[in-house]
């Protein structure tokens, strides 16, 4: 009797060059996907955001506005709006189609880090180097922030959101989550500035990447660590991490030019991406597919797993 042979098994993991894009707004601080996927967004140096086409590398829109870089930028469940964080100590409201200003949040002492939208875009959070995370309502006209949650000790460098919880990562050395829900928080200790941090897929997990040079995955609920993945080099900048698409593997930023990618599970190291000469500055995995943005310099780079045509001639990722 004959066995069906077994079904090759897709990559998991982008590893080829589909393309360059030559942003040409000084250096990329954040690089960022939309909701969907379809399209990325670059913050520069230069103190532009900018909206692309993932597919065909083409820019759609600027977006100008803020006094310095731009350090990060999320975009709504429904792609209609952006919120970008800067040095500037502002955060901004963007139209998507009108590239205009919805409304400018003041109210934090210094710049910036990193801001996201809660999952209904109702809300903006955003950490900053003034050791608070503040929370703006998109809805109404006021400008002052709903809540400020002010435990963190030195810079908050990192949000994230999932349903009613909030993670955060301080250069005190401590990841923060937030249970919106019960009034709860949860800290854990890594002992080491936190550049990055993330929940995992299935919200069971938390990733946080640190100056020490290592990756730390924890269990969310029991703060138990579950891995550590190092061999990159993490000393003295504010790099991401984060997980890839179905969490198999971790990934990260380095400051040797690299982009990491470690089997969750096993520990091992089972890519080391050459992304460029000098520090690969952010990255972002695509929500579904198996797709990498990378950014280093003034340049952002699309990676996939298999490069095909499509019926224009173009190519497209897979």
């Known amino acids: 009797m004959a066995f069906p042979q077994p079904k090759a098994q897709a990559p998991q993991l982008p590893q080829l060059d589909l393309r360059t894009i030559e942003c040409k707004q000084g250096a990329v601080r954040a690089v960022r996907f939309n909701a969907d996927g379809q399209y990325l967004l670059s913050c520069g140096s230069d103190k532009s955001l900018k909206l692309w086409s993932v597919k065909r590398g083409t820019p759609l829109k600027t977006y100008s506005g803020h006094g310095y870089e731009v350090l990060d930028a999320d975009s709504s469940f429904d792609n209609s ?12 409201l ?7 200003v919805n409304r400018k949040f003041r109210g934090h002492a210094g710049k910036v880090n990193c801001v996201q939208f809660n999952e209904e875009a109702s809300v903006i959070l955003s950490g900053s180097i003034d050791g608070t995370v503040r929370c703006w309502d998109t809805r109404s006209r006021k400008n002052e922030p709903i809540q400020v949650l002010d435990e963190a000790r030195d810079s ?6 999932m349903q009613h919880e909030l993670l955060t990562g301080s250069v005190d050395g401590r990841v923060r989550r937030y249970d919106l829900r019960m009034g709860q928080l949860h800290v854990d200790f890594i002992n080491s500035p936190i550049t990055c941090v993330c929940f995992s897929r299935d919200g069971q997990c938390t ?11 924890l269990d969310k609920s029991t703060g138990e660590m579950l891995g550590e993945y190092m061999g ?13 698409s179905k969490d198999t593997h971790v ?38 597919e198996t797709c990498l943005l990378t950014a280093t310099e003034g340049r952002v780079l699309v990676w996939v797993a298999e490069i095909e045509e499509d019926e224009e001639g173009t190519m497209e990722t897979s």
């Open 81 to 92: 709006q952006i919120c970008s964080g800067s040095s500037d100590k502002t955060v901004i």
């Open 251 to 288: 990934l990260s930023c380095s400051e040797d030019g690299h982009v990491y990618c470690w089997d969750l599970v096993e520990g091992c190291l089972s890519l080391k991406l050459p992304v460029g000469k000098a520090v690969v500055q952010s990255l972002a995995f695509h929500p579904t």
């Open 94 to 100: 963007w139209d998507v189609a009108s590239g205009q």
């Open 232 to 244: 990159h080099k993490m000393k003295g900048y504010k790099l991401d991490c984060c997980l890839s």
């Open 207 to 217: 990733l946080s990447s640190s100056l020490d040079s290592t990756v730390r995955l």
């Open 156 to 161: 908050v460098s990192s949000v994230k959101v």
